[in-house]
């Protein structure tokens, strides 16, 4: 099987918005599976038809700047970007206004019924690319209020950590961008792919409402909860 190609435009985003997904998805590919077997069991088996290839788009070639002091050299610019099958938003300002280079690639992607997830403000730059028009979606929610004053047409909600509509998905905050993606492997492979992908990372999601119940919790005999991750992969 093909890996799946995963798009990320490059601008001045959150870091963690981005890079906690791409490094949720990463952990539970058939590469990470054969290094951490030479370390502890692992089930390769599992994770031999998961890959992914990370292609970060760019204007140009130039590096860009993102939060926290991080830079991003673009892989490929919008003139270049390959055929994608998934393609992430990172958040920015709220009210930043995005290139048209870049609401043009969102509107092809979204109107070839490709997979969209945003995660933070990400969800207010597919907004102003016009694709969550008439769809419910989530954002940040400290920023709630701004982009329902910005973005009108959009059915905002703070129901839940995120929201899935059609082939678009958006999460909250950069840790519910996350959970989004853990939920999505969770839907479409093994399960052993997602345990290696949160064992990995010692991550635990929550659910759609902010629970930590994706994963089962744990007692030893007295009855006294213990970690929820035994780092047993087989």
């Known amino acids: 099987m093909a890996p799946l190609n995963v798009g990320i435009p490059l601008y001045n985003y959150q870091a963690l918005d981005v890079v906690g997904p791409l490094d949720l998805l990463s952990s539970g590919t058939k590469e990470s599976a054969a290094l951490l077997n030479q370390f ?15 292609h970060h788009i760019g204007l140009t070639r130039e590096p860009v700047q993102l939060s926290a002091g991080l830079s991003m ?15 992430l938003l990172g958040g920015p300002d709220p009210s930043a206004v995005p290139d048209p280079r870049f609401v043009a690639l969102i509107q092809a992607h979204v109107a070839a019924g490709k997979l969209l997830f945003t995660t933070c403000t990400g969800a207010a730059v597919a907004a102003a690319a016009g694709v969550l028009d ?16 910005l973005f009108p047409k959009v059915e905002w909600t703070m129901e839940t950590k995120w929201v899935e509509d059609g082939n678009i998905w958006t999460a909250g905050g950069a840790v519910a961008g996350m959970d989004m993606v853990a939920h999505w492997i969770k839907q479409r492979y093994e399960a052993d792919v997602l345990k290696l992908a949160l064992q ?3 991550y635990e999601p ?25 780092f047993k992969f087989v």
Not at 209 to 229: F, M
Request: aromatic share 4%; proline share 5%; with cysteine.
């Open 73 to 87: 050299v673009p892989t490929c610019t919008v003139d270049d970007v390959p055929e994608l099958d998934i393609m």
């Open 134 to 149: 008439g769809r419910r979606a989530t954002v940040n929610h400290m920023c709630f209020e701004v982009v329902k004053k």
């Open 40 to 54: 502890c069991p692992t089930n390769e088996e599992a994770s031999a038809n998961v890959q992914f290839t990370m």
């Open 206 to 230: 929550r659910d759609v409402h902010g629970v930590l119940s994706v994963v089962p919790l744990r007692y030893d005999a007295a009855g006294k909860q213990i970690a929820t991750h035994d």
């Open 200 to 202: 990995t990372l010692d």
